[in-house]
């Protein structure tokens, strides 16, 4: 037995370039660098945990500074070589920013950059974890880093690039290091476990490979701790990864996850049991149940993958594609949204037992759940007016239905029965009954045109709709007065001389109503006038309003129930309503006409007010104090 026994990943960490594993890119330019004799002063290496950024810098460091360098094949005999493999601080400084990161610590760095290495050609200050530093420390090093000494070199290391200022990555070549693809892991860990005599199957090491999220440093030392269990006699299978780290079997989440496809809800709650019996915390159950249904997903919706994606090998599929037969993909997926959620809320509770059980309990009634949904999404369609797609589903623990085309339902029309199959029939006359009832009318269902005495009425509702502008919408509403609004003629009358000034065709709101006419009418209208009232203006109007429904366009199709709300005036609206409210002021004071000025300040000194007065009043929903 060996009296101090070093760790694998510590054991087999690379000592040259090409040692690296993966990272193919950053290999060939650090190699290319050295050969031609192209250094910088400052690199920035960053990417996930365990892909080979310090290992890599300090490669680097060596090739630098062996004694028979620079070179890409660093002894590892020499002096300056055996000092970096074992960490000896004298011409390569390694920091932990995590520990180091006030700004004395850098002041400190600076003060010693200054001093000439010992007994190698560069000194190198390797940063691990660099976006630990403060502000103020990074601040500090910007002129060192930027400008160091000829004979040194700073090389940062970090996992997360984005707390990095961008005055320091901008002074750094960045070298950025990818996870480490899953084969690449897997015929390392063969390699260090032939080596090491490790009894241990192909399987185990692609499924530690699969679960170390790219990084080798978790899959090596993984596969240390399980050389423990190593036996001539039977080799480590990923059963005994699962149990050694707390995992679900794929047995166990194949049984839980059958009776919940079946919506057994008695069978789900003692399976659930016997799992939680094992040990296995609540947390852990859940993140492996939605695995599980991530893997069923892609197998139901892409079909033949690969066993590196959905990390299952062959009679694992089998078993799996089995289980999916009778589902469909949306159902996964609304078992995934469940699983998810109550995930989420077990991070929250005080007791996750009672949450996992109403958790499996909730996706164990997949049938109805799923139908339910349906349910209201397709009335939901309904009441929006689109068309709801059906779909023809059947119970799970049945043989499935022939019918697997998806039926599609017209849109309902007054006379017209929608094409839906018995099962869904029921549905669909409810939510039609509920459309007849309620008058909810969509875009399929028409209305009976209006009365011919609201003619004139819809076409000013119509005109005042598609007027762009809100402040000026809002003015025409409450100043103006239609009087004729048809595709020969838009007559519009205004009493305050000051918006009749406004919107009279040389004023500047005038191009609003002429856009509006526009909008309503395809080739606009011949005369565009908007004037002062005039004493025939009620007959005129009467004789509008029973003109003949061709000559105004269209109503908008609302609910009879439900009036449409106003939209809401926006701040910036507000305030054009009181500049131009100040402008009309402003031009009321500096009138030729004393007779107007006059009559405004009699109506406001005798208690009534002014059109415009009461116009804002009325926006704003204000009231007078006296």
Known sequence: MEKNYIPLYRKYRPQAIEQIVGQEHIKKALANAIQMDRISHAYLFTGPRGTGKTSTARIFAKSLNCENGPTISPCSECENCR????????????????????????????????????????????????????????????????????????????????????????????????????????????????????????EALSYIAQNSAGGMRDSIALLDQLSVLNSTDEAISVDDINSLLGRLSFDSLTSLFSAIAESNQNQALEVLNSIYNQGNEPSQILSNLLEYL??????????????????????????????????????????????????????????????????????????????????????????????????????????PSPVKKTEVMKPIKPEVKPVASKVEEKPVELAKKQVTEEEVLTDSVPMSKPAASNALKTSWAKLLENISSFPSRAILKQQAVPVIISEDEVVLSIKNPS??????????????????????????????????????????????????????????????????????????????????????????????????????????????????????????EGKFIE
């Open 83 to 202: 000092n970096i493999t074992n960490s000896i601080p004298i011409d390569v400084i390694e920091i932990d920013a995590a520990s180091n990161r006030s700004v004395n610590d850098a002041d400190e760095i600076i003060q010693k950059v200054a001093l000439a290495p010992v007994q190698s050609r560069y000194k190198i200050y390797i940063i691990d974890e660099v976006h630990m530093l403060t502000n103020q420390a990074f601040n500090a090093l910007l002129k060192t880093l930027e400008e160091p000494p000829k004979n040194v070199i700073f090389i940062l290391a970090t996992t997360e690039v984005h707390k990095v200022l961008d005055t320091i990555k901008s002074r750094c070549q960045r070298f950025d290091f990818k996870r480490i693809t899953t084969d690449d892991i897997s015929k390392h860990l063969r390699y260090i476990a032939d080596n090491e005599n490790i009894n241990i199957t192909d």
């Open 294 to 399: 991530r893997n069923a997903l892609i197998l139901k919706s892409v079909g033949n993958v690969s066993n590196a994606v959905v990390q299952l090998n062959d009679e694992q599929t089998k078993t799996l594609n089995a289980k999916l037969e009778p589902l469909e993909a949306h159902q996964l997926v609304s078992l995934i949204d469940k699983c998810a959620s109550y995930a989420k809320e077990l991070k929250l509770t005080s007791n996750p037992k009672l949450w996992l059980d109403v958790a499996i309990l909730d996706m164990a009634n997949l049938v109805q759940n799923t139908k339910l949904e349906d349910l209201q999404r397709r009335i939901s369609m309904l009441e929006t007016g689109e068309a709801p797609r059906l779909v023809q589903t059947s119970p799970y623990n049945t043989p």
């Open 499 to 620: 918006w009749l000034k406004q919107f009279s065709p040389e004023g500047s709101k005038h191009s609003s109503i002429v856009e509006a006419v526009n909008k309503m009418y395809p080739n606009g209208a011949k005369k565009i006038i908007v004037r002062a009232p005039e004493s025939n203006d009620e007959a005129i109007r009467k004789e509008q309003a029973g003109s003949s429904d061709d000559e105004t366009p269209a109503p908008a199709q609302v609910s009879k129930s439900v009036k449409a709300p106003e939209p809401e005036m926006k701040k910036e609206e507000i305030v054009q309503v009181i500049e131009a409210k100040e402008d009309i002021d402003a031009e009321l004071e500096n009138s030729s006409d004393d007779s107007t000025l006059a009559s405004t300040k009699k109506s406001a000194s005798s208690g009534y007010h002014s059109d415009n007065v009461n116009m804002v009043m009325d926006l704003f």
